[in-house]
Nanobody, 122 residues
Framework: VQLQASGGGLVQAGGSLRLSCVDS????????VGWFRQGPGKERSIVAA????????YYADSVKGRFTISRDNAKNTVYLQMNSLKSEDTAVYSC????????????????WGQGTLVTVSS
């Protein structure tokens, strides 16, 4: 498993970004994937997660209704569509994978990609 996150950048408040998490390995379709973020001076926290088949998802309360997690197993990719971005969404976003069911804490994930920086200007 080799996860790589991309898609970050600078966006104005109210704008949108789509992050991608690509796995270069061969077992992506068996992975549950989570997106985490760590803002300036803050601890890492979960943003959203999706099970291997895409039928079960989880969202942190702070992003419900604004962010959508999805996956395309044919492309070995999990997406995080982020709409109505706020300044407090500014953070480094990382994706992580695990082979069993969906988890909502960082300690539950075994594989991590490098982060991508999202900066929301107000």
């Amino acid at each position: 498993v080799q996860l790589q996150a991309s898609g970050g950048g600078l966006v104005q408040a109210g704008g949108s970004l789509r992050l991608s998490c690509v796995d270069s390995g061969r077992t992506f379709s068996s992975l549950a994937v989570g997106w985490f973020r760590q803002g300036p001076g803050k601890e890492r926290s979960i943003v959203a997660a999706i099970n291997w088949g895409g039928g079960t998802t989880y969202y942190a309360d702070s992003v419900k209704g604004r962010f959508t997690i999805s996956r395309d197993n044919a492309k070995n990719t999990v997406y995080l569509q982020m709409n109505s971005l706020k300044s407090e969404d500014t953070a480094v976003y990382s994706c992580a994978g695990r082979r069993t069911g969906l988890a909502t804490t960082a300690s539950g994930y075994d594989y991590w990609g490098q982060g991508t920086l999202v900066t929301v200007s107000s």
